[in-house]
């Protein structure tokens, strides 16, 4: 399966980024340029999809840590939307599944992260 990555404004200040595919090393900066960009242009309101991600490493990890550290200092509010088993296994051994806000839906997620 080929990464891609995706984002869409939804309501409430809120978007959404859809990721799929393996999230690792040459595919984390990408998503980290998003990210980057989106926070920039001051959208502080984000959710990860994370729905089609079926690979995700440290670096990934890494991407949504710094961005969770980004939005708080903004004053925005991040989610992470329904994790695949793999990834939410991962988020879980990495002790990240309690420090990011995680949701089994995106409808969840988007509600959390609209505060």
Not at 46 to 73: E, I, P, Q
Not at 86 to 101: N, T
Not at 105 to 115: D, H, R, V
């Amino acid at each position: 399966m080929t990464f891609s990555i995706d984002s869409e404004p939804r309501d409430r200040g809120v978007t959404v980024i859809s990721v799929a595919g393996e999230l690792d090393l040459a595919t984390a900066p990408e998503l980290a340029d998003l990210t980057n960009r989106l926070l920039a242009g001051g959208q502080a309101r984000l959710v990860y999809d994370l729905s089609g991600v079926t690979f995700c490493d440290s670096t990934g990890l890494t991407v949504f840590v710094r961005a969770k550290n980004r939005v708080d200092a903004l004053g925005g509010r991040l989610s992470l939307a329904a994790p695949s088993p793999i990834v939410h296994r991962v988020l879980e051994v990495s002790g990240l599944l309690e420090a990011l806000d995680t949701q089994p839906t995106l409808a969840q997620a988007c509600a959390a992260a609209a505060g």
